[in-house]
């Protein structure tokens, strides 16, 4: 009698943790895919941040890659909570506003400061799920210091 009473606290302990474990997914969080442009060019190499409206301190990194794909990591999370949201997004070019080369030659002429760093700002509002967006370097707000691209 006692084994069974203890297979079936074992049971309903089991039932309780999965129960847990699924109610803690079923609030949604919100995850970013999308495109980053310049000028209607990939914006490749951008540095990317996300930060919460509400709480400056809870900020989430990314990149583009070469054919302008964000990337954003979420360190250990599955995603972020959703709401509003800054994004910056940082662009580097060459002095002559041209894009920065691929690879290498990027990274060097970023290390040896010869690139004009440009800062975009949006508000995002993200709702749960998957968020496809397309950011415009050209249409956000320029926050930069620099002196303006030609």
């Not at 999370?77 to 994004?87: R, T």
């Not at 997004?89 to 691929?102: A, I, M, N, W």
Request: proline residues 7%; glycine residues 12%; charged residues 20%.
């Amino acid at each position: 009698m006692q084994t069974k009473t203890h297979w079936r606290h074992l049971i309903l302990v089991g039932v309780w943790a999965a129960a847990a474990g699924l109610s803690g997914c079923s609030g949604s969080v919100a995850r970013i895919a999308g495109k980053v442009s310049h000028n209607g060019e990939p914006a490749s190499g951008a540095e990317v941040v996300v930060e919460s409206a509400t709480d400056p301190a809870e900020q989430y990194f990314g990149t583009t890659t070469e054919d302008g794909s964000l990337y954003v990591g979420y360190r250990d999370k599955p995603g972020l909570p959703p709401g509003l949201w800054k994004i910056r997004v940082t662009h580097f070019t060459q002095r002559d506003g041209r894009p920065l080369p691929s690879g290498e030659g990027g990274q060097v002429l970023r290390e040896s400061n010869r690139v004009i760093a440009r800062t975009y700002l949006f508000d995002q509002e993200l709702a749960g799920g998957k968020n496809v967006l397309e950011l415009k370097l050209e249409a956000a707000a320029d926050v930069s210091d620099g002196p303006p691209l030609p």
